[in-house]
């Protein structure tokens, strides 16, 4: 249920949204305004009503979120919404409402699957403190670790980045791991990293919203530098430039990688306890 208007320079659009829908956009690369900057040049979306959520991140009431050029997004609600979007700067591509949204209920429960192995791992903490100095060896578990695999432009990086905001906005402190070089959340193409999440700002909707999509952890993240990882699709087919040149490395830089995180876990009871989400490149 769309309600479009237009003036001389902004087009409108309401969007009501039923129980488990999306609103799915698509913004072109450029600005058609001569405009660079500021709120009033650019393509904006509010939430005017009821719940929806961004990669597992709640949107705010009335507060109006820009998008930057070519921004790709689906604004999701459990429960029905309103939301407006303002076009000032001629972005917006496609704006549409869908109701093919079962991979969000998979997404969720998902979740909760991984949050049930987390109270395991807290409850073996506790279980080990009762059971200090009776002699008896207590055995810690483990959070769960999670690798997400499949081709290129399935999805990987969308379910780390919802699969990481339900965990932080319940208290936990997960390790998210990126090595995809050719376009890490975490650092710049071309590097593999991780990083311990554990505040809400890291996983927000203007998080998501920001240039590149990048995840900006409250720590420094652990990077290593890669190389150059060019990904292309062609006729149908997916193809790699430097891939051969640098697995070495990179089966270097992967085990380098898990000795660190394995030594940040064993002193780090709620890194360890929450676990690992792990974001595999398409190649692999």
């Known amino acids: 249920n769309t309600q479009p208007t237009m003036d001389s320079t902004t087009t409108t659009t309401t969007h009501n949204l039923p129980a488990e829908a999306e609103l799915r956009i698509e913004c072109s690369t450029k600005k058609k305004s001569n405009s660079l900057s500021g709120s009033e040049h650019t393509t904006t979306v509010t939430l005017l009503q009821g719940s929806c959520e961004l990669f597992g991140a709640e949107l705010a009431h009335n507060t109006p979120y820009p998008m930057e050029p070519g921004t790709k997004l689906a604004l999701y609600t459990w429960h029905g919404c309103t939301l407006k ?15 093919e949204t079962n991979a969000n209920v998979a997404h969720v429960n998902t979740h909760a699957q991984l949050e049930a192995l987390r109270d395991r791992a807290v409850a073996s903490l506790t279980t080990t403190t009762a059971g200090a100095g009776t002699g008896e060896t207590q055995k810690q578990i483990q959070g769960p670790r999670v690798l997400l695999t499949g081709p290129a432009d399935c999805g990987k990086s969308s379910l780390q980045r919802i699969l990481t905001a339900y965990a932080v906005k319940l208290g936990r402190s997960p390790i998210i791991v990126d090595l995809d070089s050719t376009h890490n ?27 590149e999509g ?15 990882c060019t990904y292309s699709r062609s006729n149908g087919n997916d193809s790699y430039s430097n891939i051969d040149s640098t697995a070495a490395l990179t089966k270097m830089q992967v085990s380098k990688l898990g000795e660190s ?3 940040r876990t064993k002193h780090d009871v709620e890194a360890r306890t929450a676990g690992c989400i792990i974001n595999a490149p398409g190649i692999w």
Request: proline share 5%; no cysteine; hydrophobic share 45%.
């Open 85 to 99: 979007v303002e076009d000032h700067a001629g972005m917006l591509l496609h704006q549409y409402v869908s109701t």
């Open 185 to 211: 959340s975490l650092s710049i193409p071309g590097t593999i990293a991780a990083a311990v999440v554990s505040s809400y700002d890291s996983v927000s909707v203007s998080s998501h919203l920001n240039h």
């Open 214 to 228: 990048s995840i900006v952890p409250a720590t420094s993240p652990l990077v290593f530098w890669n190389g150059s």
């Open 261 to 263: 995180i394995n030594a």
